[in-house]
């Protein structure tokens, strides 16, 4: 079936680090890949999105391909703040059911 | 901006108690959802609908229902709450075939004592 893993947390950076936190998927035909993030005490929020093979979504700073060879949407980010900190969602849409299926959440700290 | 909004930020209800969790959105969207979310198991789809009097199971729609009745409110019920059903409750929604995203509301967190 339809599935998404990413990295277990928490991640923990420093200030400017390089960011990058793990996501594959399983799924049947050509399904759209999200990442979401949470801020503490607030909803989920879309980051980017990418809707077919080789498309790069970005926003803010972070930047995550579309790999279809390697059923990958790693997400990135070249020097991350610490208002970066909060919890990541990689998750995948499929068919037209408008579903959408997410990873367990990765949560990212960063140090001042 | 689209604005999803639900009835509470924190419910503290007893084992037994029917419990009503609302969700409203203005965009006029087609598809609303409702998610539970527990550290370690990220987001769980409860039941979703694609219309008004529509509804579907998610994957874990056991001890839930869900009422429909007007295109920008999509109610979550708990028949008798259990102490296993304590957990953060996410309602989201989105344009049909049209937009891929959905925007969640901010969670309503439901202790069950």
Redesign the interface.
């Given at each position: 079936g339809n599935s998404v893993t990413q990295m277990e947390g928490p991640v923990t950076l420093s200030e400017e680090a390089f960011l990058t936190i793990n996501c594959t998927y399983t799924a049947t035909g050509y399904p759209?890949l999200?990442w979401?993030v949470q801020y503490p005490?607030?909803?989920?929020?879309?980051l980017l999105?990418a809707?077919k093979a080789d498309d790069k979504g970005s926003n803010k700073g972070f930047e995550a391909t579309y790999r279809k060879e390697t059923t990958s949407f790693h997400l990135e980010k070249g020097s991350v703040q610490v208002s970066d900190s909060a919890v990541y969602?990689c998750a995948l849409?499929y068919s037209?059911a408008?579903?959408?299926i997410?990873?367990?959440?990765t949560r990212l700290s960063i140090r001042p | 901006d689209v604005k999803v909004t639900q009835s509470s930020r924190y419910l503290v209800k007893r084992t037994g108690e029917k419990v009503f969790l609302e969700c409203v959105q203005d965009m006029d969207h087609e598809n609303m959802f409702w998610y539970r979310q527990d550290p370690g198991l990220g987001l769980r789809l409860i039941y979703f609908s694609y219309d008004v009097k529509m509804k579907e199971k998610g994957d874990i729609p056991e001890g839930y229902s869900v009422s429909r009745e007007k295109k920008e409110r999509f109610s979550l019920i708990l028949e008798s709450a259990s102490t296993n059903q304590t957990s953060m409750y996410l309602c989201a929604s989105s344009l049909a075939q049209i937009e891929l995203s959905q925007y969640f509301g901010p969670g309503t967190r439901l202790t069950v004592l």
């Open positions: 759209s999200f979401y005490g607030e909803g989920l929020q879309l999105k809707t969602f849409l037209s408008s579903k959408i997410f990873g367990s959440g | -």
